[in-house]
């Protein structure tokens, strides 16, 4: 058992982060009409990874390379909570608002940065 709830914790954690690429990626490709999204799935996917590995990584490095890419991840990380945080408000304001496909993705990448 008490090895079981750890194992939970990150599999939960991992699915919803799986969940959270697929629905950006979902996303993005109706706001800009993208006839394949495999570039996106590969793009998110690859920033996760990096984000992940780089604050795990280096988070206690000396070198200055190493600061950079550890500060590089976090800024990352916080871009893309802010650019989720901001597709879904899109979302709900797409509920009330009727308007191009391509203004709420330029409306979601601006209230993420």
């Known amino acids: 058992m008490k090895k079981f709830i750890p194992l939970l914790f990150l599999i939960t ?3 919803l982060l799986i969940g959270a690429n697929i ?3 979902n996303r993005f490709s109706l706001y800009f009409s993208l006839e ?3 570039f996106l799935y590969f793009l998110f996917a690859s920033i996760t990874v990096f984000m992940i590995a780089g604050l ?3 988070t206690n490095a000396i070198s200055r390379a190493a600061n950079y890419a550890y500060i590089m991840a976090s800024v990352l990380m916080g871009f893309m909570l802010y650019l989720l945080l901001s597709v879904n408000l899109i979302d709900l304001i797409h509920l009330f608002v009727d308007a191009n ?3 709420f993705g330029f409306a979601a990448i601006i209230l993420a940065s």
Do not use: G, W
């Open 56 to 58: 795990i990584v280096f």
């Open 101 to 103: 496909a391509q203004y």
């Open 23 to 25: 629905y950006l990626v």
């Open 36 to 38: 394949s999204s495999t």
């Open 13 to 15: 954690f991992l699915s």
